[in-house]
C-alpha cells in the first residue's frame, strides 16, 4: 500500500504540535508519513492504534520518554523474550527505521478516524453479481472442496492452491496485508480480511477463482466469519473491526452492509471506558444463530445472536482483558479463549451463555490460533495451546460429563526444546497421530526453524523437522526468511501444509508433509507465493476442524 493510501487512517499531527514532554524531539512531515506506516505495519497489531497495550505493554508517551530514546531503539532492534520481534536483527526495519520509530512512540498518537455508513457504502463494489455466478462448480473446479486459500501476506494476495494437484489454481487480489480467510458453512466463497479493513469474498466454484465482490468497513481489521447455522447457511458474514472498533454485519452474497454495532464499552473488571475496544478473533456456533465475539480490551466475550438481524440480542459474557484468538473444544459447545496478556484461558459455555472458568494457562502470552483438539485415551477430550512467550504447551480437560476431574484445568504441560516461546500456532487433524507446532517468532534461529511434532497420546514432542536451509533463501541475505508458520491439513487429513514466512524479496514454498509418516511429500514452489502465512482448507473450515 502506498503511503499515502495509509495516511487516509490518521490524522498526522502536525510538525509544530509533537511534545507532551518531548519537546525535543522533532519529525518532519515525511518522518511522520513514514513511521505512522511503519507503526501500523509492524506495532499497533500488539499495542494498539492508541498505543495502551495489549498483547505487547503500553507505549504511550509518559511511559516511553521515562525510557529514553536509546533503550527503546535497543528493544526495537533486539526484540525482547517475552515475544516482541526484533525488527532491526531480523532485517524488517533499517537502522535509521529503527532510531526514527523509537522517536516516534515518544510523542503523542494520532488520532484515527471514524467511519459511517455512508463511508462504508462507498467503497462497496458487486464486481460479479449473483445471476452472473457459475451455478455449480465449473469444469476443472472438481476439487474445490479440497482448495486451500493462502495468504500471501506481504503483497495483499491469496492464492487459491489445489489440494489435489498442489497447484496454484488462481491468484487474487485482496486487503493490505492480508491477515485471515474464512469459508461459508457451504464452503463455496472463501471470504477474506485485511489488516486495512477491507473484506472481499472469493468464489471458488470458478474454474480460475476471483473476487465476486469486496468492500471496507474498517480502517484496521484482523477477524470474518459467517452464520453456519442450518436456517442461515451463507446467509451473512460478519467483520470484526479493530478500528473503529466495531462488529459490521453484511450479506454474505454481495458484502452489502446491514448493521454496525460499536464495541467501544466497560472493561469488566475495573469498568473503565475505552474507545479502543477491539473486535479480536471470531467464531460461529454452528448449534445457534450466534457468534462468538472477542472483545479485546474490555475482556467481554458478546455472543451475538444474528437471528434478528437488523436488532441482535447481545449476551456480554465477562471474562478476561485482552482476548485475542481461541476456538472450540471437540464438542463445539465451549469456546476456548486465550486472553493473552493475562496468560488466561476463558471457558464460554456457549449452550448456557456463560463463563465457566477463567484458567491459568500456566505459560506466558498463550496464542492458539484454534487450538488443537485431542480425544485422548487416559484423559478424555483435551483442547492445546502454546505460548509466544513461554515454551509450554498445555493440554486442557474439556469434558465435564465423562471426565469431570480432568475438565477444566491444565491436565498436562509439557515443554518445546531449548530456550524461550516463540510458538503461534498448534494444529492437528482426527486422521493423524501428531499435533504440529511452530515457533516462528523464537529469536534463536535453530528454533525458529524447525516443525515440532507432539504426539497425541504421549501428549510430548517426540521429534523436531530441521527445515533445509535451501527453503529458507532469500535474495537479500540480511532480511532472513523466518521459519515454518502455521498448519493446516488437507481434506482427509492425510497431510500436513505449513508455509515458510519469507520476505518480499523471494517466493518461498509451502511444504507438504504425511501427517503420520512425516516423509516430506510436496514442495510447491511456484514464484507467486511470496510470504506464505496463513493456510485454510475448504473443508476443515466449514468443519471447524482442528
Ligand atoms: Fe494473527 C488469527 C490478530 C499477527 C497469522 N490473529 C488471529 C486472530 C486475531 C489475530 C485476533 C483470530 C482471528 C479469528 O479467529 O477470528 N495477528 C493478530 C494481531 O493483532 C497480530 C498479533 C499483530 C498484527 O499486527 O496483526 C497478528 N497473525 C499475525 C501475523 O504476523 C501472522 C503470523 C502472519 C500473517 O499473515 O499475518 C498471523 N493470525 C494469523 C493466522 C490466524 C490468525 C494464520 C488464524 C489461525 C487459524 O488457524 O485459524
Known amino acids: 500500500m502506498k503511503l499515502s493510501k ?210 471496507r468497513p474498517c480502517n484496521d481489521a484482523r477477524s470474518i466469519d459467517t452464520s453456519k447455522h442450518k436456517d442461515y447457511m451463507d446467509k451473512y458474514a460478519v467483520i470484526g473491526c479493530y478500528w473503529p472498533p466495531s462488529i459490521v454485519t453484511v450479506d454474505a452474497d454481495t458484502l452489502e452492509p446491514m448493521k454496525i454495532v460499536s464495541t467501544a464499552s466497560y472493561t469488566y473488571d475495573e469498568n473503565v471506558y475505552t474507545r479502543e475496544a477491539r473486535v479480536a478473533a471470531i467464531i460461529a456456533s454452528h448449534e445457534k444463530p450466534e457468534w462468538v465475539i472477542n472483545v479485546k480490551e474490555t475482556g467481554q466475550v458478546w455472543l451475538y445472536d444474528y437471528s434478528n438481524v437488523m436488532n441482535p440480542k447481545i449476551t456480554m459474557v465477562e471474562a478476561e482483558r485482552f482476548l485475542h484468538d481461541g476456538g472450540w473444544d471437540l464438542s463445539k459447545r465451549y469456546f476456548m479463549s486465550a486472553a493473552n496478556a493475562r496468560d488466561v484461558i476463558s471457558v464460554i459455555d456457549t449452550q448456557e451463555g456463560k463463563l465457566v472458568k477463567n484458567i491459568p494457562s500456566q505459560g506466558t502470552k498463550p496464542h492458539p490460533g484454534r487450538g488443537a483438539n485431542v480425544d485422548h485415551k487416559k484423559l478424555g477430550p483435551v483442547w492445546i495451546t502454546g505460548h509466544i512467550g513461554s515454551n509450554d504447551i498445555v493440554a486442557i480437560g474439556t469434558d465435564p460429563v465423562n471426565h469431570p476431574k480432568n475438565a477444566w484445568k491444565v491436565v498436562k504441560k509439557f515443554q518445546l526444546p531449548g530456550e524461550g516461546g516463540g510458538n503461534l500456532f498448534v494444529k492437528t487433524h482426527p486422521n493423524s497421530k501428531y499435533i504440529f507446532a511452530d515457533r516462528p517468532v523464537n529469536p534463536d534461529r535453530k528454533l525458529q526453524t524447525q516443525i515440532y511434532v507432539i504426539d497425541k497420546e504421549k501428549l510430548e514432542v517426540v521429534k523436531t523437522i530441521p527445515i533445509p536451509e535451501k527453503y529458507l533463501k532469500s535474495a537479500d541475505p540480511k532480511v532472513k526468511a523466518r521459519g515454518p508458520v502455521h498448519f493446516e491439513f488437507n481434506a482427509d487429513g492425510s497431510e500436513v501444509w505449513t508455509s515458510i514466512w519469507g520476505n518480499k524479496l523471494t517466493a518461498s514454498p509451502i511444504l507438504v508433509f504425511d501427517s503420520n509418516t512425516l516423509e516430506l511429500k510436496s514442495v510447491i514452489d511456484d514464484k507467486r507465493l511470496i510470504t506464505p502465512t496463513g493456510k485454510f482448507n475448504v473443508t476443515n473450515t466449514m468443519t471447524d476442524t482442528y
Open 6 to 215: 495509509l495516511l487516509s487512517l490518521v490524522t498526522v499531527a502536525s510538525v509544530a504540535t509533537v511534545g507532551l514532554g518531548a519537546a525535543d524531539i522533532k519529525l518532519s512531515e515525511d518522518e511522520m508519513k513514514k513511521a505512522t506506516q511503519v507503526y501500523f505495519d509492524r506495532c499497533a497489531g500488539c499495542h494498539g492504534m492508541l498505543r495502551k497495550g495489549a498483547l505487547g505493554p503500553s507505549l504511550e508517551p509518559e511511559k516511553s520518554i521515562a525510557m529514553g530514546t536509546e533503550a527503546l531503539k535497543v528493544i526495537i532492534n533486539d526484540g525482547t523474550p517475552g515475544g516482541m520481534p526484533g525488527w532491526g536483527k531480523s532485517g524488517e526495519l533499517t537502522p535509521e527505521e529503527t532510531a526514527l520509530m523509537a522517536k516516534y512512540i515518544q510523542i503523542e498518537a494520532p488520532q484515527p478516524p471514524e467511519k459511517s455508513m455512508a463511508d462504508m457504502k462507498a467503497s462497496h463494489k458487486l464486481l460479479i453479481p449473483v445471476k452472473d455466478r457459475p451455478t455449480a462448480p465449473e469444469a476443472g473446479a472438481e476439487n474445490w472442496k479440497d482448495y486451500f486459500a493462502v495468504i500471501l501476506r506481504d503483497v495483499g494476495q491469496i492464492a487459491i492452491v489445489d489440494g489435489k494437484t498442489k497447484k496454484v489454481v488462481s491468484v487474487v487480489p485482496s486487503g493490505y496485508a492480508t491477515h485471515i480467510t474464512r469459508t461459508g458453512a457451504s464452503g463455496r466463497y472463501m471470504y477474506v480480511i485485511g489488516r486495512d479493513g477491507k473484506a472481499s469474498m472469493i468464489d471458488l466454484w470458478m474454474k480460475e477463482p476471483k473476487n465476486v465482490a469486496e468492500f
